[in-house]
């Protein structure tokens, strides 16, 4: 069972339907226990930073921990893979999980903000959750911060300059575009997400 973490800033209904699309036994849940129970865990994001504080609040940050040192795979989606990092500008008194080293902070005033609609990404390594798309596939993007370019980092994006597009680092994956809303490549990147291993 997949555990489709609810935070209240979630994109939850095309997220589910997309995994339903795909075969996957999802559960939407804010409840720790679930998370922790869960085969794998998606962590969707829309809306403000701050939101994220919620996840901390609810014990839902202890479980997820607990998970992801357990060698669950986890996929955090645009906020949700900002939340992976230390922390962002949009809301500077809300720490972020810390997984990966960095801010995430706001696109400049020279480009239009937000950053909607579709932009490429590009490989920038070997990749699981990647795999199977075609040279800079076009992917579905609507955000006002960017996490930077990391040592994670597996795909990138450029919009005022180069951004993380998608990090991973074992069993933890991120991407800042909306796969459930990215068409067939969206669909493979969650394919490949649901063919991960427990590690």
Same mark, same amino acid.
């Given at each position: 069972?997949?555990?489709?973490? @609810?935070?209240?800033?979630?994109?939850?209904?095309?997220?589910?339907?997309?995994?339903?699309? =795909?075969?996957? /036994?999802?559960?939407?849940?804010?409840?720790?226990?679930?998370?922790?129970?869960?085969?794998?865990?998606?962590?969707?994001?829309?809306? +403000?930073?701050?939101?994220?504080?919620?996840?901390?609040?609810?014990?839902?940050? @202890?479980?997820?921990?607990?998970?992801?040192?357990?060698?669950?795979?986890?996929?955090?989606?645009?906020?949700?893979?900002?939340?992976?990092?230390? %922390?962002?500008?949009?809301?500077?008194?809300?720490?972020?999980?810390?997984?990966?080293?960095?801010?995430?902070?706001?696109?400049? @005033?020279?480009?239009?903000?937000? +950053?909607? %609609?579709?932009?490429?990404? /590009?490989?920038?390594?070997?990749?699981?959750? =990647?795999? %199977?798309?075609?040279?800079?596939?076009?992917?579905?993007?609507? +955000?006002?911060?960017?996490?930077? =370019?990391?040592?994670?980092?597996?795909?990138?994006?450029?919009?005022?300059?180069?951004?993380?597009?998608?990090?991973?680092?074992?069993? =933890?994956?991120?991407?800042?575009? +909306?796969?459930?809303?990215? %068409? @067939?490549?969206?669909?493979?990147?969650?394919?490949?997400?649901?063919?991960?291993?427990?590690?």
């Amino acid at each position: 069972m997949i555990a489709v973490i @609810d935070y209240k800033a979630g994109n939850l209904t095309s997220v589910m339907k997309a995994l339903t699309a =795909l075969g996957a /036994a999802a559960q939407i849940t804010e409840d720790p226990a679930v998370v922790r129970a869960a085969e794998r865990v998606v962590l969707p994001g829309v809306g +403000h930073f701050a939101a994220t504080a919620r996840l901390r609040e609810t014990g839902i940050e @202890d479980a997820a921990r607990e998970s992801i040192a357990a060698g669950v795979p986890f996929l955090g989606i645009c906020v949700g893979l900002q939340w992976l990092f230390e %922390g962002s500008t949009e809301a500077s008194g809300v720490a972020g999980l810390g997984a990966m080293r960095g801010c995430c902070a706001r696109f400049p @005033d020279s480009h239009k903000v937000p +950053h909607v %609609g579709w932009n490429t990404i /590009a490989a920038a390594g070997a990749s699981r959750l =990647l795999a %199977g798309l075609p040279p800079q596939p076009f992917v579905y993007y609507t +955000h006002s911060y960017r996490a930077p =370019l990391v040592e994670e980092t597996v795909g990138v994006t450029n919009y005022a300059g180069p951004f993380s597009g998608a990090v991973e680092r074992g069993n =933890l994956f991120g991407v800042q575009f +909306h796969p459930e809303k990215s %068409g @067939d490549a969206g669909l493979q990147v969650l394919r490949n997400f649901l063919a991960v291993p427990r590690c």
